[in-house]
RNA sequence: GGCGCGUUAUCCAAGAGGCUAGGAGCCGGUCUGCAAAACCGUUAACGUCGGUUCGAAUCCGACACGCGCCUCCA
């Protein structure tokens, strides 16, 4: 099965055909940098990366573009809040951007362009453009004229005489159209500003991805991702100046994630209901909010609760965990990854040895299906499973088990590196879990550990009751133990 | 007002005409001094009303409810 992908602009499921065999080029927009980013910033960040890691995984040479818009109205606001430069707010959110989604462990894009260092290509494009009757100068700003672009709104599935019927359409006396926007913006005092053919001012928001696009992509090309916000106006603007300037297609597929939600209702500032990618990870790990991103499809809504990250975090602890048992096993002993005779495999094996085989293809199908990695995600627990079953079967590591057991945990390892996971070691992170549960906890690992002490030594004793008392205690502040024949070990429930 | 999306068991969530999704939980069992963890087993669903079909969560229509975009937004 080849990758089909949801496009917007069709509003299908498509074969996707690059437009150069083997090679893909990709943009996604980035961030305005004049604050931390949320969630709804990580979702995007998240579901891009994943896109990005499975075309790489399929084999394709991508070429992945995400910009910083460094210049726009909120960043000089911010700038004139703090009596700063619009400079200085940039680069320090530019460095919080780099810091959150390094953290939440996202591959560097091949080319991470800033708006300001592409202004002589912006100007290039409005140049194009005014020559062509599609834009027009006035009082120092330049305007694209909507009505010269028939497509326009095509992807939004809009026509003009409706959205003005909407009415909330600001007329500036500047504009000859009310849906006509700006392209370049003539500087007010004080402002930063660039030369320009029309006096000295800044790019509009919509043209700085049309420039950058072009500059490091061609005129046309693959993909154009972003959140589903971003279709109109951002995206039907993009498609109207690259498109008019250029007289070609602009981008083939559109891929569009959906919001984050608080309580069924869209994450956004101006409803206050937003948290930022800081804030959450001091209380979850990054991998932990990245399993909640996956966890449902990237187009659908997802609600964002302690409740809902909770759970992904008790989902991928039941990976981890079983990683870390396979590890236990692996650790230290030769093995090879080849299964020899599967004949001699008990049906449990041979259970697990068919999810191995089926692993790849299945992992696969799901990941062509629009990258579905909820339902990739479906095939990891399944392997989990059967190879769960399989270690509490295997009484004695014979080298054939050892061998199925490697090769399982080559498998995650694989998936991992689609999915952005299972980069820690196993022990290691259940570790860092354990930590960040007993930091929310009124007892320290030391009186946890000298309660234990005391339980063992009334345990031999055939103390029970004190035995008892101690684990209720434990258990009421939220400790559970595990009695082994190794010993007591203890878990943050 | 225009355009679009969604409604799946206790909760989260895939699936898109016939094939056990998955996770968390509930309830049994194995294990254990008793537990826990782990494992096994089990349970349960497709918003409502019609239609198409041999067969519908899945396709079509109406309705209800929820949400998004139309303004800067990921």
């Known amino acids: 099965m080849a990758l089909r992908v949801y496009n917007t602009l069709s509003g299908e499921k498509e074969i996707f055909v690059p437009l150069i065999p083997d090679k893909v080029g990709m943009y996604v927009c980035g961030v305005t940098v004049y604050d931390y980013c949320h969630i709804g910033h990580a979702r995007a960040g998240v579901v891009f990366d994943i896109i990005f890691r499975y075309l790489k995984y399929s084999g394709y040479d991508v070429t992945y573009v995400r910009n910083y818009t460094d210049i726009d109205d909120k960043i000089i606001n911010r700038a004139n809040q703090e009596g700063t430069d619009y400079r200085t707010i940039a680069d320090r959110y530019i460095q919080a951007f780099d810091e959150d989604m390094a953290l939440l462990g996202l591959a560097k894009p091949t080319v991470e362009p800033k708006a300001t260092d592409h202004i002589s290509g912006i100007v290039s494009i409005i140049e194009a453009l005014v020559a062509k009757g599609h834009a027009y100068a006035s009082e120092g700003d330049v305007y694209f004229a909507v009505e010269t672009f028939p497509d326009y709104l095509k992807l939004s599935g809009r026509n003009l005489e409706e959205m003005q019927a909407g009415a909330r359409v600001e007329v500036g006396d500047r504009k000859r159209h009310p849906m006509d926007f700006a392209l370049w913006k003539g500087s007010k005092p004080g402002e930063p500003w660039w030369q320009s053919p029309w006096g000295n001012g800044r790019p509009g928001w919509h043209i700085e991805c049309s420039a950058m696009s072009m500059e490091f992509l061609g005129k046309t090309f693959d993909i154009h991702g972003g959140g589903k916000d971003l279709v109109f106006p951002h995206h039907e603007n993009e498609i ?63 609600d964002f609760s302690d409740h809902n990250l909770d759970e992904a975090q008790s989902a991928l602890e039941r990976i981890y965990s079983c990683l870390a048992a396979l590890d236990d096993i692996l650790n230290g002993k030769p093995h090879s990854a080849e299964i020899a005779v599967i004949e001699n495999l008990s049906q449990v094996g041979q259970e697990l040895q068919e999810k191995v085989d089926q692993f790849i293809p299945r992992f696969v199908d799901a990941m062509d299906d629009d990258f579905n990695a909820t339902q990739a995600l479906g095939v990891l627990f399944e392997t989990v499973r059967s190879t769960n079953r399989f270690m509490a079967e295997t009484k004695e590591i014979t080298p054939l088990s050892l061998s199925l057991i490697a090769h399982v945990r080559h498998l995650f390892v694989e998936a991992g590196t689609v999915l952005g996971l299972f980069t820690t070691t196993p022990a290691v992170w259940l570790e860092g879990i354990k930590a960040a549960k007993v930091g929310q906890i009124d007892l320290t690992p030391d009186e946890i550990e000298q309660l234990i002490t005391e339980r063992t030594e009334a345990r031999a004793a055939r103390n029970f009751k004190r035995g008892d008392e101690i684990r209720d205690l434990l258990m009421a502040k939220g400790i559970q133990l595990f009695d082994s024949a190794q010993g007591t070990t203890w878990d943050v429930k």
């Open 240 to 302: 109207a100046q690259s498109e008019g300037a250029n007289g070609c297609q602009f981008v083939r597929y559109w891929l569009h994630n959906g919001f984050v939600n608080i309580n069924a209702e869209k994450m956004s500032k101006s409803l206050g209901n937003f948290f930022t990618i800081r804030e959450v990870l001091k209380k979850y790990d990054p991998e932990t909010l990245r399993f909640f991103i996956l966890s449902a499809h990237y187009r659908s809504p997802i």
